[in-house]
């Protein structure tokens, strides 16, 4: 996983590389340590993802500077399957760049799902507990959504219009 941080730590911006840089520091200092629930531990991934997919959504052009800055713009909102026909959907935007972008936004919002939704949400009816090694497979699935998404920029640079 050390390499995967590493690549990633190349392609976030310094705001994202600083929370996944905390995430590596926790684990190190961490060791072994046998915790009630582990999803402190995704946090910070978490945040770190949510700031790549809005640096990603402007950099491919799927949302403007405004957007990207406002308050109000949630990456959950936009990115869910369920709301793809609506009109700010990014999911449906992504799946309309080419015939891998519905691929790529599925994998985005599973990752967002279960990496920050299922884990840091609190639901009565099913407290989400995470051991150690589902905490690392969380993050790790977001830092793989990280570097296809950024493949996938690379393989489709916005056009200018």
Same mark, same amino acid.
């Given at each position: 996983m050390n390499d995967l941080f590493n690549q990633v730590e190349k392609v976030v911006a310094p705001e994202e590389r600083n929370l996944v840089a905390d995430v590596v520091t926790i684990m190190e200092r961490l060791g072994e340590d046998h915790i009630n629930d582990y999803s402190f531990l995704? !946090?910070?991934?978490?945040? !770190?993802?949510? =700031?790549?997919?809005? /640096?990603?959504? *402007? $950099?491919? =052009?799927?949302?403007? %500077?405004? +957007?990207? +800055?406002?308050?109000?713009?949630?990456? =959950?909102?936009?990115?869910n399957? &369920? *709301? $793809?026909? %609506?009109?700010? &959907?990014?999911y449906q935007k992504l799946a309309e760049i080419d015939d891998s972008g519905e691929e790529l936004a599925e994998l985005l919002w599973d990752a967002w799902k279960k990496g920050r939704n299922e884990t840091l949400h609190f639901f009565p009816h099913?407290?989400? %507990? @995470?051991?150690?090694?589902?905490? #690392?497979? #969380?993050?790790?699935?977001? #830092?793989? !959504?990280?570097? %296809?998404?950024?493949?996938? *920029?690379? /393989?489709?640079?916005?056009? @200018? +219009?």
């Open positions: 995704v !946090a910070p991934m978490a945040k !770190a993802y949510e =700031g790549y997919l809005k /640096d990603f959504f *402007l $950099r491919i =052009g799927l949302i403007d %500077k405004v +957007t990207y +800055t406002n308050d109000r713009f949630r990456v =959950g909102k936009t990115l399957p &369920s *709301l $793809r026909y %609506k009109r700010f &959907s990014i099913n407290l989400k %507990k @995470l051991n150690h090694d589902e905490a #690392l497979q #969380l993050i790790n699935q977001m #830092l793989e !959504a990280i570097m %296809k998404a950024n493949q996938f *920029l690379i /393989d489709n640079p916005p056009r @200018l +219009t």
